[in-house]
Structure formats: structure tokens, C-alpha cells
């Protein structure tokens, strides 16, 4: 019989902290539900979804191809770019020619765009300060290093085309 890597490793035990994971990343996954239901509530008076806010966003900081959108919000690159057609077509976003890049357009906020953007960032910080006022700054800052350290850990991995149990 031969073996594979699979029942190789079928003797590995769980560490500590990897006996933690499947309830960290269950409440990550939970909480990541919460934040985008509640974004939509937020959102929805600006005609925006989370998903919009978030792409329309980045676009606002400065014009992007729906790639670099991608990578900066995490979404692959087909959902990004249906959410760039839908602003496009409530005119709240535009593509512009790249000078970098002939094929690969940029995205940009349209004034009408940048201004739902404000007014939605504005009306969200009650919100936002609700939230993270129920834990203290240095422990939002703490999880927010972890999670990027997590982050950076978990893209080093998939980079390297491994499982992590190597």
C-alpha cells in the first residue's frame, strides 16, 4: 500500500493553539457576517451594498484597475469587477484609460460616486466608534496585528503552493 502524504500525516496532533483555530476562524467568518449585514443596513440609504462601499472606496482613494481592487479589498476579481458595471451604471464610477496598461482600465469615482462615499463614511462612524468602543484601543489594535500577521502567514503558504504541513 502506498502511502500518501494524507495518512503521513494522519499522527500529527493538533498544538494548542491549532486546537483553537476551527473556533477563531468560526467566529471570524461570524463576525465578518455581522459587519457586512450591518455595512448594508448603513449603506443602503446611499444606494450602495458593502461590497459597493468597499469598491467604490478604494476607487475613491485613487483610480485602480479592478485588480488592484482585488488584492487591496481581499474580493476576487470577478466579483470586483460585476460591482464595478453596477456603479458604472449608476454612474457613482467610471473607467478611465491606463496609461500603464492599455487594456487594463482604471476605475474612478464619479463626483456623484465621491460624494456618496463621504456622506456614507460620515453617517458610519457612530456606528464604527459603537463598536470598536466595546473593547479598548490597544485591544482592536492587537487584533488587528494578528490578523495580518495570520494573513501575511496564510498567503506565504498558498504562495509557496504547500498546505502548511510540510
Known amino acids: 500500500m502506498r502511502k500518501t502524504k494524507r495518512t503521513q500525516q494522519s499522527h500529527v496532533r493538533p498544538s494548542d493553539a491549532g486546537r483553537l483555530w476551527p473556533a477563531f476562524v468560526f467566529e471570524l467568518f461570524k463576525t465578518y457576517s455581522r ?16 461590497a459597493r462601499w468597499r469598491v467604490l472606496g478604494s476607487a475613491c482613494q485613487s483610480p485602480k484597475t479592478v485588480s488592484a481592487i482585488a488584492r487591496e479589498r481581499g474580493l476576487t476579481r470577478q466579483s470586483v469587477q460585476q460591482v464595478v458595471n453596477s456603479l ?14 492599455k487594456s487594463a482600465k482604471l476605475v474612478a469615482a464619479t463626483p456623484a460616486g465621491k460624494r456618496a462615499i463621504l456622506h456614507l463614511n460620515n453617517q458610519a462612524i457612530g456606528w464604527m466608534n459603537s463598536i470598536a468602543d466595546s ?23 498558498m504562495s509557496n503552493g504547500g498546505s502548511g504541513t510540510d
Open 88 to 101: 458604472i451604471d449608476d454612474r457613482l464610477a467610471l473607467l478611465v484609460e491606463n496609461k500603464d496598461h
Open 135 to 157: 473593547v479598548s484601543a490597544h485591544e482592536l489594535e492587537m487584533t488587528t496585528r494578528i490578523l495580518e500577521k495570520l494573513r501575511v502567514h496564510i498567503e506565504t503558504i
Open 35 to 50: 459587519v457586512n449585514s450591518a455595512g448594508d443596513e448603513i449603506a443602503r440609504e446611499f444606494g450602495l451594498s458593502s
